[in-house]
Nanobody, 116 residues
């Protein structure tokens, strides 16, 4: 079992920045991909960004050029730097990991609100 604890959410004005963190514990040596999804009210959960252990990254089209994912495997932590935030980025952001290429674990979610 892998436990994920997110932090860094909050409220920010349009154009502002936030940095999310997600620390994993339990079985971390078998984690391959670490990433972020988000879900806005009334919408489906969508992929925001992902990063494989080797460094390959992928981003959702709506965040390309604004968000940056990174990870520190020594700290078992994945980060999401969010710049140039827009009101449509408002959502609950969930950390997730692909464990042993077979299982997916989710964090509890952290709220990000972008509003003037």
């Amino acid at each position: 079992q892998v436990q994920l604890v997110e932090s860094g959410g909050g409220s920010v004005r349009p154009g502002g920045s936030l940095r999310l963190s997600c620390e994993a514990s339990g079985g971390v040596s078998n984690i391959n991909v670490m990433g972020w999804y988000r879900q806005a009210p009334g919408k489906k959960r969508e992929m925001v960004a992902g990063m494989a252990r080797g460094g390959t990254t992928t981003y959702g089209d709506s965040v390309k050029g604004r968000f940056t994912i990174s990870r520190d495997d020594a700290k078992h932590t994945v980060y999401l730097q969010m710049d140039s935030l827009k009101p449509e980025d408002t959502a609950v952001y969930f950390c997730n990991v692909l464990y042993a290429n077979t299982s997916i674990f989710w964090g509890q979610g952290t709220q990000v609100t972008v509003s003037s």
